[in-house]
DNA sequence: TCCTCATAACTTTTT
DNA sequence: GTTATGAGGA
């Protein structure tokens, strides 16, 4: 055999056609569980080893940094030592070194700061105090997105206040130029302007496109489908002539338009390369029978698709389990005394099974529950570590020592841990370098100086005020200074000390041990990579860390089960999957039970996580949930009536219309046994009243109107309104539960 | 200037 | 049930 055909060796047809078709447009359509990622591994393997290809030359690029690292783990057990050459990595993160490398075309300096989401919030504010606009008024959060929204499609702030289609776009176009102006003038980029920058850059340098498109001879985009125009511009400025470009996605599990994805993508590649070859994946490895005709029953609910025809050679398996449960405490527990029991009679660890939820608020429930059982688990994303404010604290001022221009670090900073730099002190300064037309850090450091020659202050400041800004300008200066000569675990103590940050975490009272073990876990971090040593070492840590998101350190354990969110599970498979909350303004989300493409997004967003499943499915739901403090009554998720009947389990009831359960002035039937309630017997402690529940079809009993028969029940505010069907001479009658002498009958 | 307390407002998903 | 903001007092 030739070398290297072996990476061909366990393809089913169409994979290898996938594999060995290298030249020219690919779109490869993969539904779940089709060897996605396998194939694009053994075609890189296949390019290096059987075609000679250089690894130096390929460049596959994914949506999130887990992805990128399975990847290259993959790669690197398949193409061995070589596979370090190969560029494998996320947008953002390709980006990022692109820009920092080659951005001075654009007038970009390399040491500029990446704002996440919250930094770019907090700088928008400040530009629609420039734009003289009253945050009250509109909403930062929705300039926000509509700003990123332009990115996204790569139009700038003279674009947006052009093609404004009402008012509000007029206005935030306003506060996008100064925004704009903002960001260049503190030398920071946020992650939209990693993209557009890029896409900037290559279009506007004809040297650094033709070097880029002679190196990339090969390039794989992978989610496909959750692109946006920007992503997508950018990988057809990559691919050269020889237009070898592969992109792999899957239409049916597009869950990100809301982050500006755009599945429109998947058609503009077939119109933009007409000779594109077009593989479809259909055969399901990972899910039994049972799973995947659940699945396929789901999207088929959807309107517009790409035509797919899955299937499996997999058994049938065990039917789905529905389980209804009276409110998010019992549904948790029901959880986790399930997983139990699958461990002690079915062979399964802990580590086989993952529960997933629509938001993140649902794993407090479940967290509970584990600690209630004893069961371990691990929580994927949650508070985001990079989020926590001891982290981001030190993280600001690493980003300040490396681009002292950054404000919106430095006023961060600056009074953290307080030093007498309070909001007054740092108006007059702003106000001060504005005049005097000079950046706030250098501002700074003239009141320092001032200060270490005898004069007098420079600024119209109190003398208080000022020695304590020359302080903390002599630590940042000191700092900076050390920052190209210390390897960053050395520069991140230093910056601790120095700082009195470490004081001021360890000796605060809100968790200070927990915040300081953050502290550490971050430095462990940079130690982990402290091969790279200066000068770059803090730049590519930056880099990295503002990059990188919490699925990053998902790490397997077999004896802890894993609690996600239904969209950080995708990519992901347990042989095990519950997914709780399957109600109405849950799954589907309220906010987009409006518009039919959200729904049909929320739709995708349930196929992911049936498709994680291996071989059990598990779809819980509650009567009663709380929100927001309060708690109400629910309905069955549409998304559950489409599941056919028969591929659930006879003991788990399905509901097909609105039910609830609430407490009810009938006493006559007594233990909770009587409603017909499942029979795991963990009520929580409290509800001693006993309780009704009612759904379409049940047999009632009123006291004046005799037997009835219920048709509707819908939740009104704190009570439900019943439509009752009584006899013939009674008729309809609309009664609410509360008041109403109603009594449930068995059968 | 800083801290405490109260109130409001909000929660989808993430590079 | 949370976290961000504001007023008021030390």
């Known amino acids: 055999m030739t070398p290297g055909l072996e990476v061909l060796q366990g393809l089913n047809p169409p994979q290898r056609e996938a594999v060995e078709t290298i030249q020219g447009p690919l779109l490869i359509i993969a539904g779940p569980g089709s060897g996605k990622t396998r194939v694009i591994t053994h075609r890189i393997a296949y390019l290096v080893r059987v075609c000679g290809v250089s690894p130096y030359r390929i460049a ?46 654009i007038g970009l300096d390399p040491h500029y700061s990446i704002y996440d989401s919250d930094d770019q919030l907090a700088l928008i504010k400040r530009s629609m105090e420039l734009a ?69 850059l290559l279009q506007e340098s004809q040297d650094v496109r033709e070097r880029y498109q002679q190196r990339y001879q090969y390039l794989m985009v992978d989610e496909f489908q959750d692109t946006n125009v920007a992503q997508y511009r950018l990988a057809r400025l990559l691919t050269g002539e020889d237009r070898n470009i592969c992109v792999v996605g899957d239409p049916d599990q597009s869950i990100y338009s809301w982050r500006n994805a755009d599945i429109r993508n998947i058609l503009s590649f077939q119109q933009d390369y007409p000779q594109a070859k077009t593989i479809t994946l259909e055969q399901n490895y990972r899910s039994t029978g049972t799973i995947l005709e659940a699945a396929k029953s789901l999207i088929t609910a959807n309107g517009m698709r790409l035509h797919k025809d899955l299937f499996t050679e997999n058994e049938p398996g065990v039917p789905i389990t529905v389980h209804e449960a009276y409110d998010e405490q019992e549904e948790a527990e029901f959880v986790i005394s399930q997983i139990s029991q699958l461990v002690r009679e079915n062979g399964h660890k802990p580590g086989d099974c993952a529960i997933m939820y629509r938001v993140n608020a649902q794993s407090r429930a479940l967290e509970e529950a584990c600690l209630h059982q004893g069961m371990q688990y691990r929580l994927v994303g949650g508070i985001r570590f990079y989020h926590r404010r001891e982290v981001k604290d030190l993280m600001a001022y690493l980003h300040l020592l490396h681009n002292p ?120 971090t940079a130690r982990e990579f402290n091969a790279e040593q200066p000068p770059d070492g803090l730049a590519t840590l930056l880099e990295r860390l503002s990059l990188v998101a919490d699925v990053d350190s998902y790490e397997d354990s077999e004896n802890s089960i894993t609690l996600i969110t239904l969209h950080q599970a995708k990519g992901l498979e347990f042989p095990v999957v519950f997914i709780v909350g399957m109600e109405e303004g849950l799954l589907p989300h309220s906010r987009s039970m409006d518009s039919e493409t959200e729904l049909e ?147």
């Open 60 to 105: 596959a690029v994914t949506f999130t940094n887990k992805a990128a690292r399975e990847m290259r783990d993959r790669l690197q057990r398949l193409v061995g030592g070589s596979s370090n050459s190969l560029t494998v990595g996320t947008f953002h993160a390709f980006c990022a070194l692109m820009l920092r490398r080659d951005g001075a075309p």
């Open 132 to 200: 003289d606009l009253d945050p009250k008024r509109h909403h930062p959060r929705s300039v926000q997105s509509v700003i990123s929204k332009a990115k996204s499609v790569l139009m700038d702030s003279g674009a947006l206040a052009q093609q404004r289609e009402n008012y509000f776009e007029e206005v935030c176009a306003r506060v996008y130029h100064h925004y704009e102006e903002l960001l260049s003038r503190n030398n920071a980029v946020d992650f939209d302007d990693l993209l557009m920058k890029a896409v900037q």
């Open 405 to 524: 221009q950054d404000e919106v670090n430095l006023t961060r900073v600056v009074n953290v841990p307080p030093r007498g730099i309070g909001a007054k002190s740092m108006q007059e300064l702003v106000r001060w370098s504005q005049r005097e037309n000079i950046s706030l850090y250098t501002a700074m450091g003239r009141i320092a100086q001032a200060r270490q020659q005898g004069e007098q202050c420079p600024a119209p400041l109190p003398s208080r005020a000022a020695s304590s800004i020359a302080n903390f300008c002599d630590i940042v200066q000191r700092l900076v200074q050390q920052s190209t000569q210390l390897p960053v675990v050395e520069l991140i103590d230093q910056v601790l000390e120095d700082s009195g940050l470490r004081h001021h975490i360890q000796s605060g009272d809100d968790q200070p041990e927990e915040r300081w073990e953050n502290i550490l876990e971050l430095r462990e």
């Open 601 to 747: 997004e929320e739709r995708r967003l349930c196929y992911v996580g049936f498709t994680r499943a291996e071989r059990r499915l598990y779809l819980l739901r509650a009567f009663r949930r709380g929100f927001m403090g309060s708690s109400g009554p629910t309905m069955a998720s549409r998304f559950l009536r489409e599941v056919p009947e028969h591929l659930i389990a006879a003991a788990s009831r399905k509901v097909p219309a609105p039910a609830v359960r609430i407490p009810a002035v009938s006493t006559s039937y007594g233990a909770s046994g009587a409603s017909g309630w499942p029979s795991n017997k963990t009520p929580p402690a409290p509800p001693a009243a006993p309780r009704i529940s009612l759904q379409t079809g049940d047999l009632v009993r009123h006291s004046t109107f005799g037997e009835g028969v219920v048709m509707e029940c819908t939740p009104s505010s704190d009570d439900h309104e019943v439509t009752v069907q009584f006899s013939e001479v009674v008729g309809v009658k609309k009664l609410l539960l509360s008041f109403a002498p109603l009594e449930k009958l068995e059968g």
